[in-house]
Every structure is written in C-alpha cells, then in structure tokens.
C-alpha cells in the first residue's frame, strides 16, 4: 500500500500545524527531509524527535517529529507526525517535499480507513471518529466517544454471537432433516428472540434521541403575534439575530440557529406569530410555523401574560390540539409587570405542561428556563444508558435487522422449517455486520469515508 501524507490540524495560520505520514515508506520519506540526532527509523516509537525539515541545502524549520511503528499507530502502519511551525506556507511547503520524496497525498477519511482496513476500528468507530470531530457539544462529544471506544460495538457483537450459536444448532438439524433430530429447543429460542428483539427496538427507539443530541435538539418558539417570541430568541442567543417590532406579523420565515446550554446544543427556531390574517405571505409563514411545531422535539410556547384569561385557556388549547409526541413548554411572558402571586395563578392555566414566568426583554426567568430545556430533553436517558445510536446508517439496518427478528418470531409461532428460520437469522446478522463493517463492499466504505476530512 503506498506510503500516504496529508495535515491533519485545522486549516489557516496556527501556533503549530501537524503533518501525518503513513504507510510502509514513512520513515524511509520522512527520513530524506528531516534531520534530527537520529534518523526516525532508528527512533524509538511514540517518543518525539527535535530536529529540522530541509528544503535542499537550507533548512525549513525546526521540528518535532515522533515515529508510530507499526501496529501501535492510529492506522495500524508505520507513521510518523511532524510538528510545525503553523505557517500556511512551511505546512504545504512540506506537503511538497514529501511528494517529492515518494509519498502521496492522502484522500480524505484516508487515515482513519487504513485504521480500519488494518483492523484497528470497526466501520461504526471509524464513522465515530467523523462525529468525534464534528461535535460541538458536551453531549454529542461523549456520544462519539462511548462509540468510538466500541461500546456500541461489543453490543452488536454480543447479539451477533448469541444469533449465531443458535443458527448453528438449527442448520445442524438440517444436516440431520431424515433422523427428525431437533438441537436447537425452540422455547429457548423464542426466549432469545423475544430478548434480542427487545435488544434492538431499544437501540432504534434511541436514535431519536441520539440524531438530537448530534444534531441539536430542534426547539420551535411558537404563539400569537407580538408576545415576546423573537425577544426570547436574541435572548437565548445573547445576540440581536431577529428583528423586534411592536408591528403584527414582523416575522413571516422561520428563523434558526444553535444555542449550547450545559453541554447540550439545542437548534431554536423563531416562527411567525400566529394569528388570523388575509396576507398572502404571512399566511405561509403561519403554516410554516405549525410545519415547524410538528418537527420539533420540544414546543416553546410563548403566551402574553398580561392577556385575559379566556385568552390564555384559547391559545393553549389550540397548540395542544396541534401537536402529538412533542413536549410543550409555556413560557409566561412580561411576568414582570405581574405580582408573585399573579404569576403563580398564571402558571397553574398550564395544567399538566410544566410553565416559567419570563421577561424575554428584562431576561428574567432565562435561566430557570433553560433548566427546564434539560429537563425535557431527556439527557439523562443518555448519559444512563451505555449506548445511544446516532448514526442514520446504523438506525436503518436495526430496522432491518429487527424485521428479520420478527419474522423468526412469526416463523416459531406458526413452526415453520427450519431453513426459512435459518434464512431470517442469518439475514439478522447480515444486518449487524453490516454496521460494523464486517460485509461492507467498496461502494459502503467510499461513501463514508469521502465524508471525511483530509488529514483524517
């Protein structure tokens, strides 16, 4: 396999950048341009070198450059990590002389397939290192590093292997169809496969959650005209995004944008206001509104509090006939010209939703009320459970996977063959494998990992 090179910091002008070299080569490239008090391939691995990088007879820079011997390295092949001074011309001037050596440069997500070709990672820690990198929150990093330290991998593997010990029993029968021997006690296996359904509706029943955290939990902001709705948003934000007015109907587009709140980033959108209305263009922007509503995880339903109390009872039976799984959270705003006691009756209207009193314009109750985003957005369930699945790939084959298990189901209520039970177990394990990349075709392996970036 040719001897691959590529930067694998940031892009743009830095203290340092890091330049990665990996294949069969490395040290014997790396070794024509640097010069240290011994040469890498005499070093000892993962122990730094200082030295220089000669561009011919002049030097380059100085350096640090550490050796990876083989298979103790990120991609399971000799490497080497040269770090330099972040100049965006020594990091490609480098790059250059590498080539020149012999190296070629790298594809993106190269790195991290080597990795898994060598068999360092599966193919879901390899997709994990992309959301490692991605994550902008404290949750979503934690969710792809419980994945890339393979908690979600010894979990398929456990159902993989409890599939096919059984597999093995039932197709031993087929060996034996004219003795009418029967290995394989089709109460223990409905046993099995009762537990491993149960096992892998939990997994897809988690990935909405898991796609949230990822992605941000989609919050939409919705009520009447002028309540409050777009102040709340540059108050969460801390930044003046939506334009304020005390004219009807100011916002007719959704407006979004991503807020991280202890550790969990939330996706906001600000809607139009809702309202009865003959213009054309605020009218779609009402329907997008209830489209928006009906995306969300959590409704964010702002009510003017100084409104009568009929009002009130009105607004918030239309939202609730409105809505189906999402949590509703109502936000009683210009509590600050209430008493504490009008607040208090105020927020008993909201019966069974869980109300905070807010001042969006004097920021008052915004903490209180991001507590209570916490609250809703299950986070806890995440940090709990040891695997949460995030990866659309991965959701759609447990899907797959788990229509195959219901068909075993099925097949040992009616007592089908052995061989159509076999062909349905088999075809759950294909399901698993497919996620950790023990049957991927080239096809699989090129679309996630052109995903990647280079350097990666």
């Not at 009447?224 to 995004?241: F, I, P, Q, R």
């Not at 609250?375 to 790939?393: F, G, K, Q």
């Amino acid at each position: 396999m040719n001897t691959i090179c590529a930067i694998s910091t940031a892009p743009g002008v830095g203290g340092i950048a890091v330049i990665r070299v990996s294949g069969d080569e490395a040290f014997s490239i790396s070794d024509k341009i640097f010069s240290g008090p011994k040469a890498l391939k005499d070093g000892e691995s993962h122990k730094a070198l200082f030295g220089v990088i000669n561009d011919g007879d002049k030097i380059l820079d100085e350096v640090l450059a550490t050796p990876f011997r083989c298979p103790h390295s990120f991609t399971g092949e000799d490497t080497v990590e040269i770090a330099c001074h972040g100049s965006l011309f020594i990091q490609q001037r480098i790059l250059e002389l590498l080539i020149e050596a012999g190296a070629s440069m790298a594809q993106p997500g190269e790195f991290t397939q080597r990795s898994f070709m060598n068999g360092k990672m599966d193919l879901s820690q390899a997709e994990a290192v992309a959301d490692l990198i991605a994550s902008n929150s404290k949750a979503a990093h934690r969710l792809a590093l419980k994945q890339m330290r393979g908690d979600f991998s010894d979990d398929l593997t456990k159902l993989r292997t409890e599939l096919l010990n059984f597999v093995s029993l039932v197709e031993l029968e087929l060996d034996f169809g004219e003795e009418d021997v029967e290995f394989a006690d089709r109460t223990q296996l409905r046993q099995l496969t009762d537990n491993i359904y149960t096992h892998i509706k939990q997994l897809t029943d988690s990935f909405s959650l898991g796609n949230a955290i990822k992605n941000g939990i989609p919050v939409t902001i919705v009520g009447e005209t002028n309540v409050g709705k777009s102040t709340l948003l540059n108050a969460l934000l801390k930044d003046d995004k939506a334009i304020v007015s005390d004219i009807h109907g100011t916002t007719r587009d959704s407006i979004e944008d991503v807020v991280n709140i202890n550790g969990v980033a939330f996706r906001f959108i600000d809607t139009a206001g809702i309202r009865h209305t003959d213009d054309t263009i605020e009218s779609l922007g009402i329907e997008r509104s209830y489209k928006k509503m009906n995306e969300a995880d959590i409704v964010l339903l702002v009510i003017d509090s100084t409104k009568e109390e009929t009002v009130i009872k009105n607004v918030l039976a239309d939202i609730r006939s409105r809505i189906t799984d999402q949590k509703l959270l109502v936000l009683f705003n210009k509590a600050d010209l209430l008493s504490a006691n009008e607040q208090n009756e105020i927020k008993a209207l909201s019966g069974d939703s869980p109300s905070v009193c807010i001042s969006a314009k004097a920021n008052i109750g915004i903490t209180e009320l991001e507590q209570e985003l916490i609250e809703l957005s299950n986070i806890s369930i995440a940090e709990e459970n040891s695997v949460i699945v995030s990866n659309a790939r991965h959701y759609e084959a447990l899907m797959r996977a788990q229509e195959a298990i219901e068909r075993v189901n099925d097949g040992l209520e009616t007592q089908i063959s052995g061989d159509f039970l076999a062909q349905d177990i088999r075809e759950c394990m294909h399901h698993l494998s497919d996620i950790t990349g023990q049957i991927a075709t080239d096809d699989i392996l090129g679309n996630i990992f052109k995903n990647f970036c280079i350097g990666k």
